[in-house]
């Protein structure tokens, strides 16, 4: 029989609607889960009793008087720490920000508040939002709820290894360049990045502004619409935000593919991608087609460039948006300096850790007088290249299929001393936030080691819900969600 924190996010729903369970019991079976076993997985910085059983309790008593509720009355959540929150600290997993507390909330959390949703507190992620593993965060690393002693993924590792662990019926990331997908396949879990402007930006704290977009993790892809149909709409507040006539996305929840044309980019199944990843996405490639869709090979022409220009856009993007961060304003400050440049140095010095810091550095350089044209200028013309190419793609297919990322989750510390080496896990998903498109991660079997491989769904601008459809459609072919662990 299932624990009450191991219901999906539907059923919570359903048996809190019909009054079967309590949403003060059922988070005080999802704390009592994080008392188990957080201390090994180490996803969480912040958590919020106190609130989180003062919010669901409200939500009881508005249930028992027959008051309206909101659309995820009474669920348990968690937050990414870069989503600002007036409740809790917003520390970015930095210790430049440790001490932080926003005076505002970001427009999401509004909206999960409106929902009455329940937030149990802030997720751990690798430091700004920058790596792959979450082993960047200022915190403590965060580990692969499959397996120990293995990585999460990153930077929202802490979003997916809490949903993976059931230590959260949902989770909010952020994804610049795969932050969301990538933690998500090699937890087993669901993770969408929506097209940008999709899901406000407003009150998220910025690594690359072009390039971020917020998104749900979920146990499948059931719950996920039910987010989603809470995340999307415009917000005047960010300048980003797109006016779009959004449908319920939980009427995309039908097993139909028939006639859809999915691309499989011949240039995502090359040299560097681990054979049993390989497998796995090319079995998802054949049930599709044995549900009716049409699946092609494609050429893909841009995606070696993609990557550099990817951590050049990024950098460069990163290098301006942390240059607030001086001593002066607010976050941490040196003790002690002899001038304001010394405040300066000292501060920044202290306060990043080593991956931020190497991204400040390459972003400076490539903004800098006299290589501007040939770094950043090339990386935007790039930029516009990768764009077309999906657009061109898209005016054929559906849908594109692919991995998500090269390999299964590695062994913590394995690529810690390679920055290359990591970059190069994320050559799968950096096209998708150049491009600005919509992306989902869903499982699609086991390495022979036992750990999750994910696929991609790559979607139209403003398609959600045809990712959703396809995404739905595989996951009932196969049984719905598992999760061994």
């Given at each position: ?275 049993e990843v390989k497998a796995a996405v090319l079995e998802a490639a054949r049930r599709f087609e044995l549900l009716g869709a049409d699946v092609d090979e494609v050429g893909v022409t841009t995606m070696e460039y993609a990557l550099p220009a990817y951590y050049l856009i990024s950098s460069a993007e990163a290098s301006s948006n942390l240059a607030r961060f001086d001593g002066v304003q607010y976050g941490y400050r040196a003790d002690d300096f002899e001038d304001l440049r010394d405040l300066y140095v000292k501060t920044r010095s202290q306060g990043f850790g080593k991956e931020v810091k190497r991204r400040i550095l390459l972003g400076t350089y490539a903004l800098s007088s006299g290589y501007y044209d040939a770094y950043y200028k ?108």
């Amino acid at each position: 029989m299932k624990k009450m924190n191991e219901f999906t996010l539907a059923e919570s729903l359903s048996l809190l609607g019909k009054k079967e369970i309590s949403s003060q019991e059922l988070v005080s079976a999802y704390f009592e889960q994080i008392d188990r076993v957080d201390a090994e997985v180490g996803a969480w910085i912040t958590l919020d009793r106190q609130g989180a059983l003062r919010q669901a309790a409200r939500i009881d008593d508005h249930r028992l008087k027959g008051l309206a509720l909101g659309p995820l009355a009474g669920v348990p959540g968690g937050l990414k720490d870069n989503l600002c929150t007036t409740t809790m600290p917003t520390t970015c997993a930095s210790k430049m920000l440790v001490q932080y507390t926003s005076p505002f909330d970001a427009t999401v959390v509004e909206k999960l508040a409106g929902a009455d949703a329940v937030i149990l507190g802030k997720l751990n992620m690798d430091e700004f939002a920058m790596g792959s593993s979450t082993e960047n965060s200022y915190i403590k690393p965060v580990r692969n709820p499959v397996d120990l002693t293995r990585v999460p993924g990153g930077s929202s590792g802490g979003s997916a290894a809490a949903v993976a662990s059931f230590q959260a019926a949902f989770t909010l990331g952020s994804d610049t360049g795969g932050s969301i997908r990538q933690p998500a396949a090699f937890c087993g879990v669901v993770g969408l990045k929506p097209t940008y402007g999709a899901v406000s930006r407003y009150g998220l704290i910025a690594f690359a502004s072009s390039l971020d977009q917020i998104g749900p993790l979920t146990r499948d892809v059931t719950d996920l619409a039910h987010v989603m149909n809470v995340l999307a709409g415009h917000d005047p507040r960010d300048s980003t935000s797109v006016t779009v006539d959004w449908p319920d996305f939980r009427d995309s929840l039908r097993a139909d593919v028939k006639g859809m044309k999915i691309a499989l980019p011949k240039e995502y199944f090359g040299k560097g991608l681990n054979p049993e990843v390989k497998a796995a996405v090319l079995e998802a490639a054949r049930r599709f087609e044995l549900l009716g869709a049409d699946v092609d090979e494609v050429g893909v022409t841009t995606m070696e460039y993609a990557l550099p220009a990817y951590y050049l856009i990024s950098s460069a993007e990163a290098s301006s948006n942390l240059a607030r961060f001086d001593g002066v304003q607010y976050g941490y400050r040196a003790d002690d300096f002899e001038d304001l440049r010394d405040l300066y140095v000292k501060t920044r010095s202290q306060g990043f850790g080593k991956e931020v810091k190497r991204r400040i550095l390459l972003g400076t350089y490539a903004l800098s007088s006299g290589y501007y044209d040939a770094y950043y200028k090339k990386a935007q013309q790039v930029r516009g290249l990768i764009r077309k190419e999906f657009s061109d793609l898209f005016k054929t297919y559906d849908l594109i299929l692919s991995p998500v990322a090269p390999t299964t989750a590695w062994k913590l510390g394995e690529k810690s001393k390679d920055p290359l080496e990591m970059y190069m896990e994320d050559i799968y998903t950096v096209p998708i936030n150049i491009a600005g498109v919509p992306a989902i991660s869903v499982p699609c079997g086991k390495d022979t080691s036992g750990m999750p491989v994910g696929m991609q769904l790559i979607g139209k601008p403003f398609d959600e819900k045809t990712l959703i459809r396809a995404a739905y459609t595989f996951e009932q072919s196969v049984g719905g969600w598992r999760h061994d662990g």
